[in-house]
């Protein structure tokens, strides 16, 4: 490999952050002391990509009759709802928050982003849920779950954290023994159908706890707040001033949550501008290569760049870096082509119903 090559690589390195990310996977992998440790980094470096996940969905946890499809609402970004009937939101609700350990919330986390109900859903949503989690614990025979409940008792998520418990359907024995990682009860976030399964503690059990109010409140009030700020955002973009309202609405279903860390580069000067940043949180600086310094002030919520990606290809003029875990809502040129058409053919559209 040539001088060249070798700068080339260790360029591509930087940019990415590969060592960095690749370290913290294995990081989790040991923390977990997983039995899988391939399936834990592979699970979190997937949540690092920008490529659309078409893998099929892994099994559930426990086997349930035509699992149906999830149901969607109008979606806030380019993924899949995880809704089921609507509730009533109170005015004055507040998205429960129970404090966690740094690293049990880190492990929930990750737990969440690999689960079957939970994984399409944005970064930020499943921050809001993982921060509803409440720990609870149940005694040596204790059932959590009886097959056959309904009501109150059938509305309830497990994480199962410390311990094992026997898991078993028709009182025919043993399905399966669960152990930490463990989810169980997804289908009752999403309908009030019966428990298909009956799970036991055997021994002390500790487990994080999600109700059904929490999990749509949390998400359908999420989903409003959203649309409302990014609909704010949106019209204050001139290159997007002739789009419709409903164009808007329509490009902001298109975007792409993604979550980068601190220090992460989310563009760098001189590439190829194909994508559009809107900033949902955290802050990122703008800076020159060779100089390091800022050429404009840092932006932060409410903020946007790379809108003129939406028009031409243009290198980007400046390197662009997260100053702490920041989050932005994306999309490239050609996605917003295929659910618009060309911002020229719009502007043309729009002026042509002005003179009418």
């Known amino acids: ?153 059938a509305v309830k998520f497990y994480i199962l954290d410390q311990g094992t418990c026997d898991i078993s359907v028709n009182g025919k024995g043993t399905v399966m023994k669960a152990t930490k990682g463990i989810a169980f009860g997804e289908l009752a976030l999403l309908q009030n159908a019966p428990r298909a399964a009956t799970v036991t503690a055997e021994g002390p059990v500790t487990a994080w706890e999600l109700d059904i109010f929490s999990f749509k409140t949390i998400l359908m009030g999420k989903a409003k707040a959203d649309a409302a700020f990014q609909m704010g955002v949106l019209s204050e973009i001139d290159l997007l001033a002739d789009l419709s309202t409903s164009d808007k609405q329509t490009l902001m279903t298109s975007m792409k949550e993604k979550e980068y860390k601190e220090k992460r580069v989310i563009i760098c000067e001189g590439d190829e501008g194909n994508t559009f940043f809107l900033i949902t949180g955290g802050e990122v600086k703008c800076t020159k290569v060779g100089t390091g310094a800022e050429v404009s002030r840092r932006l932060k919520k409410g903020d946007f760049f790379g809108e003129l990606a939406l028009q031409s290809s243009d290198k980007r003029a400046a390197t662009v870096t997260a100053t702490q875990d920041t989050t932005v809502l994306m999309i490239d040129r050609g996605a917003f082509e295929r659910v618009l058409g060309t911002l020229a053919a719009l502007n043309k559209m729009a002026a042509g119903q002005d003179r009418k």
């Not at 690589?9 to 002391?33: F, G, H, R, T």
């Not at 399936?39 to 979190?44: L, P, R």
């Open 1 to 153: 490999m040539s001088m060249t090559d070798q700068a080339a690589v260790k360029d591509y390195i930087a940019k990415y952050q590969l060592e960095d990310e690749l370290s913290a996977a294995v990081n989790l992998a040991i923390k977990q002391n997983s039995d899988d440790p391939f399936g834990v980094i592979s699970a979190y470096l997937k949540t690092l990509s920008t490529a659309e996940d078409y893998d099929d969905e892994d099994d559930d946890v426990i086997e349930e009759e035509d699992e149906p499809m999830i149901p969607q609402t109008k979606p806030r970004g380019r993924r899949e709802q995880v809704m089921a009937v609507a509730v009533e939101i109170p005015p004055d609700f507040k998205p429960p928050v129970y404090e966690k350990a740094p690293d049990v919330e880190e492990w929930l986390k990750q737990t969440i982003a690999t689960n079957k109900l939970m994984k399409s859903l944005p970064p930020s949503d499943r921050h809001q849920l993982m921060q509803a989690l409440k720990e609870v614990s149940f005694a040596d025979g204790e059932k959590i779950i009886v097959q056959g409940d309904s009501g109150a008792k």
